[in-house]
């Protein structure tokens, strides 16, 4: 999982995902798998900006909602991105 993808975590220009902070597909889709109360809508959402790198604005602006629901998905992810990363280190498996 990737380490600096931290909740409070710094955006690029625009509301891009700096570097540290994407998603692979295998990535998203092994954090996804704990979040099966989170809709799958707003899974889409988060996807979108971690996965393929699209600013929240315009994310926002294309599926019809906030900026600030789109970052409210965005950090659900991570925060679980990083509950998963230390379940792994505790279990020893990093």
Do not use: W
């Amino acid at each position: 999982m990737p380490a600096e993808s931290t909740p409070k975590a710094q955006a690029g220009k625009r509301g891009r995902p700096l570097a540290g902070q994407r998603f692979t597909e295998a990535e998203f889709a092994a954090v996804a798998l704990l979040l099966r109360r989170v809709t799958s809508d707003r899974l889409k959402l988060a996807k979108l900006h971690l996965v393929d790198g699209l600013p929240q604005s315009t994310i926002a602006t294309q599926h019809g909602c906030s900026r600030q629901n789109v970052n409210g998905a965005v950090n659900i992810v991570r925060r679980a991105s990083l509950m998963l990363e230390e379940a792994n280190k505790l279990a020893g498996k990093t």
